[in-house]
């Protein structure tokens, strides 16, 4: 297979990809974060009583407007203790915040505008206007009105705004399911010694972590060594996990070890591409097979994190039924950049938003795809389209977040 580019790469990776329609019910915290499987209303009106917004008094606004007469004090309402009576012409209620509002008041004084008089009447100093410092009913919303529609990101607001209606659980969309599986006998797991020959793995984690920020559920898959047995095994595991996606790490190049291709050829994978123009992450491979999509990222550390961040996490958030962000943003160059060869170049580069949020791009020294504390000290990709000329520091250019 011939390389193709980066964008026919994320079109096809992303084609037919579509939000999973398995739903699970959760209670409010465990749903925050995730995403609405459908339409929620109302089970309740908020308020659901005329309420105070103040500490003060029930008062009949037309009392006030006739001139500074003292009121009877009758009296008192409480956020959850509503005062029995009626207030008639004259006549107040000591109300605190959130306390319902008795019958024949409309208005409330605060209490900075009341004196006391030395009889225990309440003395206005203010006047008031009809519904002054009063929520009435619903003014939040009504029983049976749309609260979030399926498929929104359930915020800490649209949390809240759920147990307001009356909501103890909510149904959500289940998170995709991506088992993630590293390759190669040389890999130990972290706080193994590793031999001679041999070095710890830490790719699996990073994807893992990068699968569960963007809404997937990332399912360990360990290691497994260079055999196409095993990785055969694996891969059938998945299968009948009922895996989403299917991520291997490693052997995805063309040395006589490198056996993930040979194991998806020989189970039947139809592969969408295997290799991308860029650098680092050019031997990656995706297809499907059966119901699972399938992600070969390469094994060098900056290549798999960064083939992962461009297609893999898309991928994830289209499943998880989560917007797909532009792959993009706009900035300024921090430094010269030199011409570039034929492949897109994504060149881990620190990133400073300033002020007024413009984001200068500047290229970490050194860019080996071994290198991981280059990239875990990397806010961003900058992005080289192939045979782009020199740039002067200071010129426009995209870059990758990777927040
Ligand atoms: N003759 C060629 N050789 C290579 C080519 C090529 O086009 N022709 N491509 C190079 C590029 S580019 C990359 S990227 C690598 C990718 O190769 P593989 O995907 O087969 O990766 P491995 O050979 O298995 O491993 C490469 C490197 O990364 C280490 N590794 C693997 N898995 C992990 C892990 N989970 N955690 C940490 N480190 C890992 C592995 O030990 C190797 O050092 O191929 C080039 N070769
Ligand atoms: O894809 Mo490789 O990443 O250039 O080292």
Not at 255 to 284: C, I, N, Q, S, T
Not at 322 to 328: E, K, M
Not at 339 to 349: A, K, P
Request: charged share 20%; hydrophobic share 45%; aromatic share 4%.
């Amino acid at each position: 297979m011939s390389l193709i580019s980066v964008d026919a790469a994320y079109r096809l990776i992303l084609q037919d990809a579509a939000p999973i329609a398995r739903t699970e019910e959760l209670t409010l915290s465990e749903a925050a974060g995730r995403v609405l499987a459908s339409d929620i209303v109302a089970r309740r009106t908020q308020p659901s009583f005329d309420a105070s917004a103040m500490d003060g008094y029930a008062v009949r606004s037309a009392d006030l407007a006739a001139g500074p007469t003292p009121l009877r004090l009758i009296g008192e309402a409480a956020a959850g203790r509503a005062f029995g009576g009626t207030a008639g012409a004259g006549e107040t209620v000591r109300i605190f915040t959130g306390a319902p509002v008795p019958e024949g008041a409309d208005a409330i004084l605060i209490q900075e505008d009341a004196t006391v008089d030395g009889a225990g009447r309440i003395l206005p100093g203010a006047t008031v206007s009809e519904r002054q410092h009063v929520r009435f009913a619903g003014i939040d919303f009504g029983e049976g009105d749309t609260l979030l529609p399926g498929g929104c990101l359930l915020s800490p607001g649209a949390i809240a705004l759920a147990a307001s209606g009356g909501h103890p659980t909510l149904t959500v969309r289940q998170r995709p399911r991506v088992a993630v599986l590293a390759t190669g006998d040389e890999l130990v797991l972290p706080g193994v010694a590793p031999g001679p020959a041999q070095i710890v793995a830490s790719n699996g984690f990073g994807v893992a972590a990068m699968v569960s920020a963007a809404g997937g559920e990332a399912l360990d898959y360990g290691i497994a060594p260079d055999d196409k047995t095993a990785i055969a095994a694996r891969l059938d595991k998945a299968l009948a996990e009922g895996a989403d996606i299917f991520v291997t790490i490693g052997g995805a190049s063309v040395g006589d070890h490198d056996l993930v291709g040979a194991v998806f050829a020989e189970r039947g994978v139809a592969l969408d591409f295997w290799k991308v123009a860029m650098r680092p992450g050019k031997p990656l491979m995706a297809g499907r097979l059966h119901d699972t999509r399938i992600v070969g990222l390469p094994g060098n550390p900056a290549s798999s994190m960064v083939a992962a961040m461009l297609f893999l996490v898309p991928l994830v958030s289209r499943l998880a039924g989560r917007p797909v962000r532009p792959l993009y943003r706009h900035g300024v160059l921090g430094a010269a950049v030199p011409e570039n060869g034929e492949r897109t170049d994504f060149v881990r580069s620190v990133v400073v938003i300033d002020d007024d949020g413009i984001a200068t791009v500047t290229p970490l020294p050194r860019q080996d795809s071994s290198l991981l504390s280059i990239y875990a000290h990397a806010q961003g990709l900058l992005m080289r389209a192939p045979q782009a000329p020199p740039a002067a520091a200071g010129e426009p250019c995209r870059y990758v977040p990777l927040d």
